[in-house]
Nanobody, 123 residues
Framework: VQLQASGGGLVQAGGSLRLSCAASGRTFGSYAVAWFRRAPGKERQFVSAISSTGSSSTYTDSVKGRFSISRDSAMNTIYLQMSSLRPEDTAVYYC?????????????????WGQGTQVTVSS
């Protein structure tokens, strides 16, 4: 499966962005999907994940209540709605997929990765 992340950009603190992760090659419905991010000089960090059925999801503590992950099976796309953005959310955001129902929070469990999309939040 090939992943294409998009939707990043420059936004002021308190603003919103919606990231998209579009899949091609195979049906996305059999894959759990996650978003990770890497800020300059920092390790890659788990952000959010959703099960293959969309019935369950999880978030890292710093984005709970601000970010929302969802999936549109018809469009073969995963979304990450980001609100109340903060300068510390600035990073390159990557989507990743793992075959199977359950999601993971560790990047090593994901076999497929998108190219990343830059999110910059100004103060």
């Amino acid at each position: 499966v090939q992943l294409q992340a998009s939707g990043g950009g420059l936004v002021q603190a308190g603003g919103s962005l919606r990231l998209s992760c579009a899949a091609s090659g195979r049906t996305f419905g059999s894959y759990a999907v996650a978003w990770f991010r890497r800020a300059p000089g920092k390790e890659r960090q788990f952000v959010s994940a959703i099960s293959s059925t969309g019935s369950s999801s999880t978030y890292t503590d710093s984005v709970k209540g601000r970010f929302s992950i969802s999936r549109d099976s018809a469009m073969n796309t995963i979304y990450l709605q980001m609100s109340s953005l903060r300068p510390e959310d600035t990073a390159v955001y990557y989507c990743a997929a793992a075959y199977g129902r359950d999601y993971y929070v560790t990047p090593g469990n994901y076999n497929y990765w998108g190219q990343g999309t830059q999110v910059t939040v100004s103060s």
